[in-house]
């Protein structure tokens, strides 16, 4: 399924909207991956320094079969925000691709940055770092989680192009 939609036109019509349905995330995400512009239905993770869910999440099927066609989906990993750990590298990166994840948003860090530029999908998080992170088996999936002072739900819709990433609880298509 291809998307037309610009973050830009998507702010612009919803300028002047107060219920706070509609949310823009704010500008401290870089682009890692080789797809500049995604969408679709969101999956979440939560966890801090330990990727054994992210691991999980982008082993599986990123993608839903629709009537309008194959949707791929972008999962939202709440990590805290923390700089000390990567939670996405070039293995979970090509797996996110090869399971047809649309893309991956993470409030923490990546490394392997020239692997994740290389593979079919979209990746943004805050900064890349080359330690790994510990294998626990903690934390949390399908919740409401606050990624840089927004909520993101199981099931919103991000969007996310050059211009930035912005959130509503159904696609705006």
Do not use: H
Request: charged share 25%.
């Amino acid at each position: 399924m291809t998307s037309k939609f610009a973050t830009c036109d998507l702010c612009d019509a919803r300028k002047n909207d107060s219920s706070g349905d509609f949310r823009v995330l704010p500008p401290v995400f870089r682009d890692f991956g080789g797809v500049r512009k995604f969408c679709g239905p969101v999956v979440t993770v939560k966890c801090y320094e330990d990727n054994s869910l992210v691991k999980a999440a982008v082993d599986s099927q990123g993608f839903e079969d629709t009537p309008a066609g194959r949707v791929g989906k972008v999962l939202v990993v709440d990590g805290g925000g923390s700089l000390r750990r990567a939670l996405l590298g070039g293995n979970l990166g090509a797996a996110a691709a090869k399971n047809g994840w649309a893309g991956v948003v993470i409030d923490g860090c990546v490394r392997d940055v020239a692997e994740l530029a290389g593979q079919q999908v979209g990746i943004r998080a805050l900064a890349s770092i080359p330690l790994p992170t510990e294998k626990r088996n903690e934390g949390q999936k399908d919740i409401a989680v606050q990624i840089q002072g927004q909520w993101v739900r199981p099931g919103d819709w991000l969007y996310a192009d050059e211009d930035g990433i912005v959130l509503a609880p159904k696609s705006l298509e």
